[in-house]
Nanobody, 115 residues
């Protein structure tokens, strides 16, 4: 069983920055993939960014150049640095992990971009 706990959400003005954290209950080396999804009101859940165990990354086109996914292996934590935030980035952000055919999800953290 893998538990994921997100933190770092909040309200920020357009153009601002936030950093989300996702702490895993296991050694993240054991996870094939970790990533971030988001779900805006009235919309489906979409991939934001993900990182493979070897460090390869994938980003949604809408966040390329603005968001960066990274990890701290010693802390078993994955981060999502979000810069130049826009109104359309408003959503609940979920941390996710994949291991041995199973997907795990955090409880989500709200990000609101509003002036």
């Amino acid at each position: 069983q893998v538990q994921l706990v997100e933190s770092g959400g909040g309200q920020v003005q357009p153009g601002g920055s936030l950093r989300l954290s996702c702490a895993a209950s296991v050694n993240i080396f054991s996870l094939n993939v970790m990533g971030w999804y988001r779900q805006a009101p009235g919309k489906g859940r979409e991939l934001v960014a993900r990182m493979g165990s070897g460090g390869s990354t994938i980003y949604a086109d809408s966040v390329k150049g603005r968001f960066t996914i990274s990890r701290d292996n010693a802390k078993n934590t994955v981060y999502l640095q979000m810069n130049s935030l826009k109104h359309e980035d408003t959503a609940v952000y979920y941390c996710t992990a994949y291991r041995s055919g199973l997907d795990y999800w955090g409880q989500g953290t709200q990000v609101t971009v509003s002036s």
